[in-house]
Antibody
Framework: EVQLLESGGGLVQPGGSLRLSCAASGFTFNKYPMTWVRQAPGKGLEWVSAIGGTGDDTKYAASVRGRFTIARDNSKDTLYLQMNSLTVEDTAIYYC????????WGQGTPVTVSS | QSVVTQAPSASGTPGQRVTISCSGSSSNIGRNNVNWYQQLPGTAPKLLIHTDNQRPSGVPDRFSGSKSGTSASLAISGLQSGDEADYYCAVWDDRFNAGVFGGGTKLTVL
């Protein structure tokens, strides 16, 4: 059974940093690209970033490019999202999902940016 | 304002067929595969349709997807109360070199 478990969310001040993790199980992790999607309170889904299976190919939404870094450790079956220079607009639930088409999703981890 | 647009709401009565549309451009829907997601209240999204019209295993055949030009549609037949949810289309955009979601359509079953 495919499982994705996000962690690392929390409350952070504007300008701060946070690193999210997504532990994967139930599939061959290094065979699949992975995606981060976020959802601000009461809003729709927003595509954030994606990474290829080997970690060489990374993509970012314009809203996070230069501030967020996606990475993966295939030896640990874990996906990461390093978030720097956070603003209140980054407040959201952050989901990790498998593949470019997001065929499986985690339950999300909440990030709140507030002073 | 998303580069891929959806009507904010749709509704239907039980048993009815409803269609949710997603409008884009030549840089996204016009050249890339469209996926559809269902998000029930308080839960994570679920993939309903991928590659324009393919259903993952376990998704009822009441759900179907289609695409023509720069627009895509999700059809739900035999509407049930349990279908009340938010529905999102998603597609890769070559101009932005990033994925994009539509703004979402809230489906109400009357």
């Amino acid at each position: 059974e495919v499982q994705l478990l996000e962690s690392g969310g929390g409350l952070v001040q504007p300008g701060g940093s946070l690193r999210l993790s997504c532990a994967a199980s139930g599939f061959t992790f290094n065979k699949y690209p992975m995606t981060w999607v976020r959802q601000a309170p009461g809003k729709g889904l927003e595509w954030v970033s994606a990474i290829g299976g080997t970690g060489d190919d990374t993509k970012y939404a314009a809203s996070v490019r230069g501030r967020f870094t996606i990475a993966r450790d295939n030896s640990k079956d874990t996906l990461y999202l390093q978030m720097n220079s956070l603003t209140v607009e980054d407040t959201a639930i952050y989901y990790c999902a498998r593949d470019w088409k997001c065929d499986y999703w985690g339950q999300g981890t909440p990030v709140t940016v507030s002073s | 304002q998303s580069v891929v647009t959806q009507a904010p709401s749709a509704s239907g009565t039980p048993g009815q067929r409803v269609t949710i549309s997603c409008s884009g451009s030549s840089s996204n829907i016009g050249r890339n595969n469209v996926n559809w997601y269902q998000q029930l209240p308080g839960t994570a999204p679920k993939l309903l349709i991928h590659t324009d019209n393919q259903r993952p295993s376990g998704v009822p055949d009441r759900f179907s997807g289609s695409k023509s030009g720069t627009s895509a549609s999700l059809a739900i037949s035999g509407l049930q109360s349990g279908d009340e949810a938010d529905y999102y289309c998603a597609v890769w955009d070559d101009r932005f070199n990033a994925g994009v979601f539509g703004g979402g359509t809230k489906l109400t079953v009357l």
